[in-house]
Each structure stands twice: as structure tokens, then as C-alpha cells.
């Protein structure tokens, strides 16, 4: 063997050493599947397309605009003026996840957790949090803590004490912890795993699992606590599993075995739901394509579907739904988003928020405002800007 | 999801996921961030199926894409670092401590760092790594050359620095 074999043989065998300490995540082909389901099709990008032009020729003429997505007549206007304006702009070096809670913003980013001073725009801490920050980990405030997924290597929750900014505790899960939120007294976890997957309950007093896993559909992600219930998005199509599992919180037991409404794969967009984004005004909220989807907790049914271009994700704040718009994550062309209001007794966008550059990446919110995390346009960094409700003459919307 | 498009793509992800991963890992040096690049590299198949299937060429395809995605994720970390020197960071979190046949490879350039993965980690033939690369099979048989000559003191070199080199940080072309 000449010195170049064995270099190759010392290479070969030193990388497979190295691979071999990790494993290719279980939920693999699942995430592929939801990220796929979001990539425009033809159909969608000419109905896309047509929406794009409405919505320039709106833009640059308001009277047909607010003809077009003005309240019904009705019901008056009920945010006459508003508007959002970015009242901060933070330079992120993460941003995949936000949350907010304790006076701050929490993002996750490059394996650390940072706490943002929701009042200044400022970074006041790093954590150091290895594994968070991926597309896939989750982070959620509640029970005094902030609690932050790692979905990849030695996998579990990471506890921060946002009193002292350090990690207090970490509780190992199976692979591979997703999304997490804190409700009804539970940190509740949703795990992928090589098919269905589980939701763990974790008991903040304790920092232990608490009762059995939860068995739901393929794929779990985000858990939206709402109606009484916690929905979880299962984001790969399983037959006659549901997408979206209900799981009552007093019991830990899964509502309704089988697809019915809360099946199929929605892949138009605008029949059946897929996903839950936000709870709120007695409804859930979820997008389709072009579409922000309101759905009846107690049927699963979609009640209305107002149409939002390139609506990507909704939340419920200050008594509206808004929709975060734009190219989804890694999902280019790169497309400024923005953000829009509806107002939930009439079903229409009231609010329209300034655009900002980049595609969006994550949005939350807290009592001052919308906060969004976004690629900047030549997606080699990230931003947060700070959305705040103004009136058209610049006076905040709450003085 | 158009069923044949999904079905062949859920028949690439089976069969070249797992070697996608393990070489954006043996580019990158981080495994999440290997995982994400496989993942996108998939996407961006998914995007451009008519030509890959007319192409026969989708193997070829994913892996030429993992190595312009780590290529780009490793300038583009380096940006973010730079952006963020001036945010007190914990020693802890500073670059990841890597073993040492991956802190050997990240000292190599792209192009030789490529030519030696995928000659010698994924056992792809001369033509197969030129095809991947885009270039002549000799520049792949002079550039594995290179860098097997440059790993060799590499790879028994345990005192070297412990944190993976970025790119401008590297060595000599």
C-alpha cells in the first residue's frame, strides 16, 4: 500500500468513525415532505401571479385597494388608519425560532439562544444552547422558564431561567424533539419519529416526563394551544391519520382516530386543513396557498378563506389575525414579505404593514408589537424588525 | 404533490439521503447543518425534475448541490461571525471543537476538499467526481493528488488548532 492508499484508507475510515457518532434524523423524508408541499406549483404560481398584479395595481392605487379588501358595508371600519411600521430593526444571527415572554424576545440561532430587550431592539444575552437553531427546533416561554428543543444530537429541552439567562436543566427526549409550547401546567413536546410520532408532556416542577407519550400522526410539529385543546400539525400525510392531531390536555387523549375534516392533504389549498397556525376569536387560523384559512374548532371545517397573497403563517394579536407573507424559508426566489391584519368579524385585511426586505423566516409577537425574523435579500444574514400599529400620522396606535 | 414526481423523488431521498448527509458532513464539519443541506438539496431537485429526469442525471445532481450549498454555508457563516464580533459571546459557544480528520479537511481548499471526499469517502470513480465537479478528469486526478499530500501530515497531526478554519482562513489554493 503506497502512501496515497493508505492516506485514503486513514481518510475513509477517520470520516466513517466521525459519521458514525451521529444519526440521520428519523423525520427526515416527513420535513421533506412539508417543505415540498409548500413549493409552488404551476397552477398555484399562475393564480399567484394574477394575485401579485392585483395586489401592485392595488398597492399603487389605495382607493381600489381598500374597494377590494375593505370591511364589508356592515361593518364599519374597525381600524380606521392603522397601519404597521417597523419600529426596530435588529440584526439576527439566528432566527429560525422566536418567542417572547419575560420582557424580551427569545431567538434561537447557531446553538445559542438570545435574549433581545423587547423595549431597546438590544442583545443582552447569548446562550449557549448547542443543537437549537435548526429549522426544526422549537423554542416557547411559560412556567417561569423558556423552554428550547434540540432536535439533533443527544436530543431533548434545554430549561433557561430567564431570571439569571443560563440553562438550569436538560431533559432527554427520544429523536427527535420538534416543536414545544407551554400550556394547561405541561411543556408539551411533539417528537418525530420513523413513523407516527408521539407528544411528550414534560412537568415543569419536576423537569421530568410526565405520563405516557402521546401517540399522534407522522411528523409532528408545531402545537397550538387553543379551544381547549392542543392541535398539533403533523406535517407528513399518513392514511386515515389525521394532519392535524387534537389532543385533549386533562386526559392526554387524541380526539377523533381517523382523517374526517381534519384530513386530507390540502394540497389546493383550500378544502381540507392541514395545518393549525393560531387560535383565536373562537376560530383556528392556517394558510393555503393565497389563502389565510379559518377554520371551526368543533367541525374542522373552513369557514372562510380570505384571500392573502402568499400568505405563509398566521398569528392572533391585539384582536387580529395577521398573516406573515413572502417566500417561505429557503424556498426562493427570495420575496420581500410583509404583514397583514384581518379583522375576524368581517373576514378581511384592515391592517397592511410596510414591506420588509427579505423573505420571512418566523414571526411572534408580544404586547408591543409583531416581531419577524427574515432573511436578509441576498440571504447571506438575518434581520428582526420590530412591528409596531401606528396611525397614518406616526402616533402610536395605543396613545 | 404530483405522484410521479414525489414518488421518485421519495425513491432518491431513500436511496442517497444518508450519503448526501455524510458528504456535507465531511464538507462542513456540522452534522445539523448537514442534514439541512441534504434536505435542500432535495428541494431544489424537487424544482428542477423535467431536466434531471431527462438527464438520468439526478445522483449527479444532488451531490454537485451539496457542495455548492456547504460552499456557500461556510462563506456565509463566516459573514455572520464577522457581523457578530462585536456581541459578547460565551467562550462556550464559540466555534465547535472538531475531530481531527475533520479539521484536517477543512484546512484543505473546496475543490481539493471535494475531489477527496467523493474519490475516497464515497468511492465515486474519477469520471463520476469530474462529472459531479464540472471539471476534466485530470484536474480531479491532480487536485486528489494534492490533497492527499496535504492531508497526510494533516491526519497525524494532533497538535494543529482545534477550531475548523472558514473560508478565507484557509490554506494556499
Known amino acids: 500500500m503506497d502512501d496515497d492508499q493508505l492516506t485514503a484508507a486513514t481518510l475513509r475510515f477517520a470520516l466513517d468513525r466521525e459519521v458514525a457518532k451521529h444519526q440521520v434524523s428519523p423525520g427526515a423524508w416527513p ?5 415540498l408541499r409548500r413549493q409552488p406549483r404551476r397552477r398555484a404560481a399562475i393564480a399567484a401571479g394574477c394575485a401579485v398584479i392585483v395586489a401592485a395595481a392595488a ?3 389605495p382607493s381600489v385597494w381598500h374597494r377590494l379588501s375593505g370591511p364589508a358595508a356592515s361593518h364599519p371600519h374597525p381600524r380606521p388608519g392603522l397601519h404597521l411600521v417597523i419600529g426596530a430593526r435588529i440584526p439576527q444571527f439566528g432566527g429560525l425560532s422566536l418567542t417572547t415572554g419575560y420582557g424580551a424576545v427569545w431567538v434561537t440561532g447557531g446553538g445559542m439562544v438570545y435574549r433581545v430587550n423587547a423595549a431597546t431592539g438590544g442583545i443582552v444575552a447569548a446562550i449557549p444552547a448547542p443543537g437549537t437553531g435548526d429549522r426544526s427546533s422549537g423554542i416557547a416561554t411559560g412556567a417561569g422558564a423558556v ?9 431533548g429541552v434545554y430549561r433557561i431561567d430567564p431570571r439569571t439567562n443560563r440553562v438550569t436543566s436538560f431533559i432527554r427526549l427520544p429523536p427527535t424533539p420538534t416543536g414545544l409550547t407551554v400550556a394547561h401546567g405541561r411543556v408539551w413536546v411533539a417528537v418525530v419519529k420513523e413513523g407516527p410520532g408521539i407528544v411528550v408532556r414534560i412537568d415543569p416542577r419536576t423537569n421530568r416526563v410526565s405520563g405516557p407519550p402521546i401517540p399522534v400522526g407522522a411528523g409532528p410539529g408545531e402545537i397550538v394551544s387553543g379551544a381547549g385543546t392542543l392541535w398539533v400539525t403533523n406535517s407528513s400525510y399518513t392514511p386515515n391519520v389525521p394532519n392535524v392531531s387534537r389532543i385533549n390536555p386533562a386526559t392526554g387523549a387524541v380526539a377523533g382516530a381517523r382523517g374526517g375534516p381534519w384530513g386530507g392533504t390540502d394540497r389546493l389549498g383550500n378544502a381540507k386543513v392541514s395545518r393549525i397556525d393560531a387560535a383565536g376569536a373562537g376560530s ?8 389565510v384559512q379559518r377554520v ?6 373552513v369557514t372562510a378563506a380570505i384571500p392573502v397573497p402568499h400568505a405563509w403563517r398566521v398569528i392572533f394579536w391585539h384582536g387580529l389575525a395577521w398573516a406573515l407573507t413572502g417566500a417561505v424559508p429557503s424556498g426562493p426566489p427570495p420575496r420581500p414579505g410583509t404583514v397583514v391584519g384581518i379583522d375576524p368579524a368581517s373576514n378581511r385585511v384592515v391592517v397592511h404593514g410596510a414591506p420588509f426586505r427579505g423573505a420571512p423566516a418566523a414571526i411572534t409577537a408580544d404586547p408591543t ?11 447571506t444574514s438575518m434581520e428582526m424588525v420590530h412591528l409596531v400599529l401606528a396611525r397614518a400620522a406616526g402616533i402610536p396606535a395605543g396613545q | 404533490m404530483e405522484p410521479n414526481r414525489h414518488d421518485g423523488l421519495a425513491q432518491l431521498h431513500q436511496r442517497y439521503y444518508s450519503e448526501l448527509v455524510r458528504l456535507a458532513f465531511a464538507l462542513t464539519g456540522d452534522w445539523s447543518l448537514a442534514e439541512e443541506l441534504g434536505q435542500e438539496a432535495f428541494v431544489r431537485a424537487w424544482r428542477n425534475w423535467g431536466s434531471i429526469r431527462r438527464q438520468q442525471s439526478a445522483p449527479a445532481y444532488l451531490r454537485a448541490t451539496v457542495i455548492n450549498l456547504a460552499r456557500t454555508s461556510l462563506r456565509q457563516r463566516l459573514r455572520e461571525i464577522r457581523a457578530w464580533r462585536d456581541v459578547a459571546i460565551p467562550r462556550q459557544a464559540e466555534a465547535a471543537v472538531s475531530p481531527d480528520v475533520l479539521r484536517a479537511l477543512a484546512r484543505l481548499p473546496q475543490r481539493k476538499r471535494a475531489c477527496v471526499v467523493l474519490r475516497y469517502y464515497l468511492d465515486l470513480s474519477e469520471a463520476d467526481t469530474a462529472a459531479v465537479l464540472g471539471i476534466s478528469v485530470g484536474t480531479v486526478k491532480s487536485q486528489t493528488a494534492r490533497a492527499l499530500q496535504r492531508l497526510r501530515p494533516l491526519l497525524a497531526d494532533s497538535s494543529a488548532p482545534s477550531v475548523i478554519p472558514l473560508p478565507g482562513n484557509e490554506g494556499g489554493p
Open chain 1, 31 to 35: 420535513q421533506l415532505e412539508r417543505r
Open chain 1, 59 to 61: 398597492a399603487v392605487t
Open chain 1, 296 to 301: 371551526d374548532p368543533a367541525t374542522g371545517h
Open chain 1, 284 to 291: 383556528l387560523w392556517t394558510t393555503g396557498v393565497n389563502v
Open chain 1, 147 to 155: 423552554w428550547a428543543t434540540r432536535p439533533g444530537r443527544h436530543p
Open chain 1, 369 to 379: 408589537g409583531l416581531w419577524v425574523a427574515f432573511f436578509t435579500p441576498n440571504h
